[in-house]
């Protein structure tokens, strides 16, 4: 029994094993199956002996050589190329051809040319036709260098057009009248509560009563077209003299500022000037005036009395 066991047992141990699955054998086992098989089968030509055997030796090592050239992968040289021919071109690895000769020199040419208009730093900008020119000579394309023509300055002083403008009436003949009075910016209009009234007297007949306090400025003179109130008298300017009613600031004792309405009286450089209260006025300088003053102009007889009465 023990025998019979022993024989079965070398029987199955001679016989080839299978692999369990067609997937389990790989190219490998493969390989070294054939490898054993190659190597037994030199061995016995080895056994022969004599030139037989070197034969026998060369064969195999040839086989060997080309199953390596076979199982070899390719070289990093024919790879390096394959990736190249595969891969796509960058912009940033790609190199741009050498230039010429000739782009050189035109690339140099040009750089001068932008180097001399670096160069200058005042004066005009080039003309058309020299920077035309600086394609073929930079040289013209420069421009000298000149100092640049004096600007006039603005005159601030008044040149009195608009005063003259905003002073004048035109007339229906297409005349205009310029006016020698306008009014200051304290200019203000009597408060209704001061009733100030200008008596014209003749003698001893009152002639007219005027309402002072309806306007803030009233202008005395021949000239009907622009006058607020007329005298006829000939020794008369047509422009003679100006009542006008100011607001005016004042502090009290204590510091306080006190401001009121008065009116004023001002000669226009008139050619006979203006009485008040039997005194010349000096010319184009204001004076305040009073309840009861009397105002003269030039050489008439009529009197005209301010009066003043409260509401």
């Known amino acids: ?96 051809p050498r230039r010429g000769s000739k782009e050189k020199d035109v690339r140099s040419s040009r750089e001068g040319s932008a180097s001399q208009m670096t160069r200058k730093a005042k004066g005009p900008l080039p003309s058309q036709a020299a920077s035309f020119q ?60 001061d009733e100030w009234k200008l008596f014209v007297f003749k003698g001893a007949d009152i002639l007219e009563t005027i309402e002072l306090s309806k306007r803030s400025c009233w202008l005395i003179g021949r000239e009907l077209a622009v006058v607020d109130m007329a005298a006829e008298h000939p020794s008369i300017s047509k422009q003679h003299a100006v009542i006008q009613f100011r607001y005016v600031e004042k502090k009290n004792e204590f510091g306080d500022k006190l401001g009121k309405v008065k009116p004023y009286i001002i000669d226009l450089e008139s050619a006979n000037g203006t009485l008040l209260n039997k005194e010349e006025l000096p010319p184009s300088r204001y004076l305040e005036l009073r309840d009861k003053d009397m105002i003269q102009f030039g050489h008439s007889t009529r009197e005209y009395v301010l009066m003043l009465s409260k509401g």
């Open 134 to 193: 600086a394609n073929n000579d930079p040289s013209m394309a420069v421009v000298a260098a000149e100092e640049p023509p004096e600007k006039q300055k603005p005159s601030l002083a008044p040149t009195g057009l608009l005063a003259a403008a905003s002073n004048s009436v035109a007339q229906s003949d297409g005349t205009s009248i310029a006016l020698k009075y306008h009014e200051p910016a304290e200019a203000r209009k009597p408060p209704g509560k």
């Open 1 to 96: 029994m023990d025998s019979s066991r022993s024989s079965r047992w070398e029987k199955e141990e001679r016989r080839p094993r299978r692999s369990r699955s067609s997937s389990y054998d790989s190219e490998e086992e493969r390989q070294r199956r054939r490898r054993r098989r190659d190597r037994e089968v030199a061995d016995r030509e080895r056994g022969r002996g004599g030139a037989h055997a070197d034969g026998g030796k060369d064969k195999h090592d040839d086989r060997d050589r080309k199953r390596r050239r076979s199982r070899s992968p390719a070289p990093e040289s024919s790879r390096r190329r394959e990736d190249r021919d595969t891969k796509p071109r960058s912009t940033r690895n790609y190199s741009p």
